[in-house]
Each structure stands twice: as structure tokens, then as C-alpha cells.
């Protein structure tokens, strides 16, 4: 059985990453009327190639909590979207699409 190496690694950084020590959570705004009044926040979505599946969001969302800034996303499989919220004091849209793309999933233009 052939194995894609890009799978396998990004299996071992999740594997490897859900044995880390918890952090110090910050305070986010917590309803989305709270993240649409915050002019920090950006809000995008996005279309994703092959996102299809309630699992796909799971790792879709490992990928993303790594981006400092992210703060939540929400999924729409049966479409194929995602939308994501993100502070652009702390982040960059092109640094969310990168780290979409690092999963088996790509943003669609």
C-alpha cells in the first residue's frame, strides 16, 4: 500500500500536537454579532476542493488553530465552504489559505 507522504505528515503533527500542553486561552468575542461589530475581525469564506465530509472540518480546523489570529470557523460541506474569522492585527488572509492548503483540502479561487 502506497502511503502520500504529505497525508502521513500531516497525521504525526496532529498526532504529536494533541499531546501539547494546554495554552492560556485568551478572551474572544464569543456570538458572531460579537465578531461582525469588531473592527479587527475579518470574516471570509472560502471554497475548498474536495470538502465534502463532517471530517474534513476537523481537519481543516487543526490546521487553522495554529494560525495566530485565528478565532472560528464554521462549515458548510454540503456546499463545500468555509468561513472563517480572523484578527488582521495578528494575521494575514494569505496565512489562513496556507494553512488550508496544508491539509488535504485546497481553497479554490
Not at 28 to 55: A, D
Request: a positive charge; one cysteine or more; glycine letters at 2%.
Amino acid at each position: 500500500m502506497k502511503i502520500n507522504k504529505n497525508y502521513l505528515s500531516m497525521f504525526l503533527l496532529v498526532f504529536s500536537m494533541s499531546c501539547k500542553a494546554p495554552q492560556k486561552e485568551q478572551r474572544l468575542p464569543k456570538t458572531v454579532h460579537e465578531l461582525n461589530n469588531n473592527t479587527n475581525i475579518s470574516k471570509k469564506t472560502f471554497r475548498l476542493q474536495g470538502y465534502t465530509k463532517s471530517c474534513c472540518t476537523s481537519i481543516v480546523n487543526y490546521a487553522l488553530k495554529e494560525v495566530p489570529g485565528f478565532i472560528k470557523s464554521t462549515s458548510q460541506t454540503d456546499t463545500g465552504e468555509i468561513t472563517v474569522w480572523f484578527d488582521h492585527n495578528h494575521t494575514k488572509e494569505a496565512n489562513i489559505i496556507r494553512a488550508i492548503n496544508q491539509t488535504p483540502y485546497r481553497v479554490l479561487p
